[in-house]
């Protein structure tokens, strides 16, 4: 049984830095991709960033793109999501996605956590 949980939310000043972490627990973390998703009220869920196994390949959304850094560290089973110079837009609920074939699409991956609340003000 595969867990995902993340934690770091809350309020973030625009244009400040947060980060998110998300814990994992049940299997072999290294061996497959991770991602973030995020879900504003009344929007679908939306892609943020993904990660390989071993780090070597990330990819972004638009909306986050240079702005969203993703990250992993393996030795602790984490990976991170670091939010630089966000914006009111970036509020939403962000989910931990892992396992299955990783990538942009939420169906695309097996394991998924219980969501926090990142809150955006200016």
């Known amino acids: 049984q595969v867990q995902l949980v993340e934690s770091g939310g809350g309020l973030v000043q625009a244009g400040g830095s947060g980060r998110l972490s998300c814990a994992t627990s049940g299997r072999t973390f290294s061996t497959f991709a991770m991602g973030w998703f995020r879900q504003a009220p009344g929007k679908e869920r939306e892609f943020v960033a993904s990660?390989?196994?071993?780090?070597?390949?990330?990819a972004y959304g638009d909306s986050v793109k240079g702005r969203f850094t993703i990250s992993r560290e393996n030795a602790k089973n984490t990976v991170y999501l670091q939010m630089n110079s966000p914006k009111p837009e970036d509020t939403a609920v962000y989910y931990c996605a892992g396992g299955g074939m990783g990538g942009s699409w939420a169906d695309e991956y097996d394991y998924w956590g219980q969501g926090t609340q990142v809150t955006v003000y200016s």
């Open positions: 990660i390989s196994g071993r780090g070597g390949l990330t």
